[in-house]
């Protein structure tokens, strides 16, 4: 019953030291607070190692922070799982978005843009640079039509989304996963729309 | 402890075993990858010199202390290059970049075994863990935001780290 009572107690005292840690770790400790705790550092291995495994903790909820999100509305971040069979089986790497479907218009619009430039591109062995600016308007017009479509819609064309390998049948305000053979990959980006996707849509 | 120093192999056994540990303890105490790496890599060229003068029992222990002495001394470097660390709280991009995923195998189970236990949690739980680490929010933003006293944030989160302790553990 005592060995029991003081199991719990250091228990609970590894608790408090965990919370400690994570103050410390989050940078929330008082300036005096600051000073013991790392006093302490210099001396107690579990205090080092509570440090390390609030680190350790960090670590994996930033890596789930796409799936901790409760079922989103539209706007708000989400998850696109994909499937990459290149990938190793324990490689996951967590992407998070407005919706999560944006990312994958996103990719639609640029191998689309990608697709024109080949086309474009195709037509003779060599090109001059003035063929080259002669080609800058169909793709630019290309680029609007897709850019506009996505503006409107909050989507791309199915055409799109297939050239990109995505799946058309997916809602895009559902927690959008892409089934297939291969290793599950989560892609984390912060909650922010990358920069030259700002750019893009800037235009 | 021995007269001579530990052979190679026995440093490369002692790396493997307790580097990702140590390197996450780093990143606690100086919150910048690159000179987590720079104070990792100085500890284990002391362990290499002079990891004979520990006991195996504590030499987990002795790597530690090392390691927050290579990490003092580097912030002391630093901050007289004008330069302030350990005053700005962990990053999650950085937190997230410095995940050392060409670690060995044993390193990612942990990882894989600490995102189980936070899958495991209670929503709200999951909630308070993320806000606070994510979204690098106060505990007073937290309670405010999910409309709930101070108080029970707090406890939330000690409910959380309770059980992550008990799982860890085990």
């Not at chain 2, 100086?30 to 000179?35: E, H, P, T, V, Y």
Request: aromatic share 6%.
């Amino acid at each position: 019953m005592s060995h029991e009572h003081n199991g719990n107690a250091q228990f609970e005292q590894g608790v408090d030291l965990d919370v400690l840690a994570l103050r410390y770790v989050t940078n929330e400790l008082t300036e005096d607070e600051l000073g013991a705790f790392e006093a302490r550092l210099a001396e107690d291995q579990l205090a080092r190692e509570s440090v390390s495994r609030m680190v350790l903790l960090g670590t994996a909820v930033s890596l789930e922070g796409v799936s901790l999100e409760a079922p989103f509305a539209e706007g708000e971040p989400g998850e696109l799982v994909a499937s990459t069979p290149q990938h190793a089986a324990d490689s996951t790497v967590t992407f998070t978005w407005f919706g999560g479907w944006h990312l994958a218009a996103a990719a639609g619009l640029f191998v689309a843009i990608g697709l024109v430039a080949y086309l474009n591109r195709s037509d003779a062995e060599t090109t001059s640079p003035g063929e080259i600016a002669g080609t800058e308007q169909p793709l630019e017009d290309e680029a609007q039509d897709l850019i506009a479509s996505y503006l409107a819609f909050g989507d791309l064309p199915d055409a799109a989304r297939e050239e990109a390998g995505l799946d058309t049948s997916l809602d895009p305000f559902e927690n959008s996963t892409l089934e297939g053979a291969g290793d599950e990959v989560t892609l984390d980006i912060g909650g922010e729309a990358p920069p030259w996707m700002v750019m893009a849509l800037a235009k | 402890m021995t007269d001579s120093k530990l052979a190679r192999e026995q440093v490369d056994a002692l790396y493997r075993r307790h580097a990702d540990g140590v390197h996450r303890f780093l990143l606690g105490v100086l919150r910048n990858a690159d000179l987590c790496d720079e104070a990792l890599q100085a500890t284990f060229l002391q362990v290499l010199e002079k990891g004979h003068t520990a006991d195996d029992e504590t030499m987990k222990g002795w790597i530690y202390k090392v390691a927050f002495n290579q990490a003092m001394a580097l912030r002391r470097r630093q901050q007289a290059g004008g330069r302030v660390l350990g005053q700005l709280a962990l990053d999650p991009v950085a937190l997230r970049e410095a995940t050392r995923s060409d670690e060995q195998v044993i390193a990612n189970e942990t990882l894989d075994q600490a995102r189980d236990a936070v899958r495991e949690l209670p929503i709200e739980q999951q909630e308070v863990l993320r806000m606070r680490f994510t979204d690098s929010k106060t505990f007073a933003q937290i309670a405010e935001q999910l409309g709930v006293p101070l108080g029970t944030a707090l406890t939330r989160m000690r409910l959380a780290l309770s059980k992550l302790r008990r799982k860890l553990d085990s």
